[in-house]
């Protein structure tokens, strides 16, 4: 029972352009989501997070957005640049727990020169 | 600052034998975790602590056990290694304060012939 869900395990933009990458989530009791950034042979790097009181959290070019009522979560990167090629996971946790997260499968993204 | 390290990065185990992967983190930490992600696949919480002496079991404990005598460390034992462990092991760890955001050390690539 995969609690998040990413859907798309790859997409490939031009640089310059927007990225949206795209989070499902089923549990309701998550109230704080969080994406990470992976490149091949590296751990994960933390990238932005949003808390559920929230619907926007910006840092930069990553903008995250959240709709609680459809369970959905996204990243937008803009403009996109093509040392945004990794793969990203999307996270979701309940801030009452011991903070550990719930990861979707991820999502290659390639950023064409 | 060398954050979350983990060692070894490789490792071949024939069936049946028995190992440690390492995880030391020098930022005082008081939660670790330790993941495991499968090709294609997100990352599967397997035990985490929230300070030494005081370990849970995550999502997919069977096979693995953990100790947290010190802060700093946090090992995971494999016993009776099976080829349903090959996979990329990922410890982490986090504050009591953050944004939940995570620090990972680089991963173990453990592979069960």
């Known amino acids: 029972d995969q609690q998040v869900k990413q859907n798309s395990p790859s997409l490939s933009v031009q640089e310059g352009r927007i990225s949206i990458l795209n989070c499902d989530y089923t549990?309701?009791?998550?109230?704080?989501f969080l994406w990470y950034k992976k490149y091949p042979a590296e751990g994960p790097t933390f990238l932005i997070s949003?808390?559920?009181?929230?619907d926007k959290n910006e840092d930069g070019r990553f903008t995250v957005f959240l709709n609680k009522s459809a369970k959905h979560l996204s990243l937008h990167i803009v403009p996109s640049q093509p040392g945004d090629s990794a793969v990203y996971f999307c996270?979701?946790?309940?801030?009452?727990?011991?903070?550990?997260?719930?990861f979707g499968s991820g999502t290659q993204l390639t950023v064409l020169p | 600052n060398a954050g979350v390290t983990q060692t070894p990065k490789f490792r071949i185990l024939k069936i049946g034998q028995s190992m440690t992967l390492q995880c030391t983190q020098d930022?005082?930490?008081?939660?670790m975790y330790w993941y495991r992600q499968d090709p294609g696949m997100g990352l599967k919480l397997i035990y985490y602590?929230?300070?030494?002496?005081?370990?849970d079991k995550g999502e997919v404990p069977n096979g693995y056990n953990v100790s947290r005598s010190t802060t700093e460390d946090f090992p995971l034992r494999l016993e009776l290694a099976a080829p349903s462990q090959t996979s990329v092991y990922f410890c982490?760890?986090?504050?009591?304060?953050?944004?939940?955001?995570?620090?990972f050390g680089s991963g173990t690539r453990l592979t069960v012939v």
């Open positions: 982490a760890s986090s504050d009591r304060v953050s944004n939940y955001g995570y620090t």
């Open positions: 549990n309701s009791m998550f109230d704080y």
């Open positions: 949003i808390s559920s009181i929230k």
């Open positions: 996270a979701a946790t309940n801030s009452g727990s011991a903070r550990q997260l719930t």
């Open positions: 930022m005082n930490h008081n939660y």
């Open positions: 602590s929230v300070g030494a002496g005081i370990t």
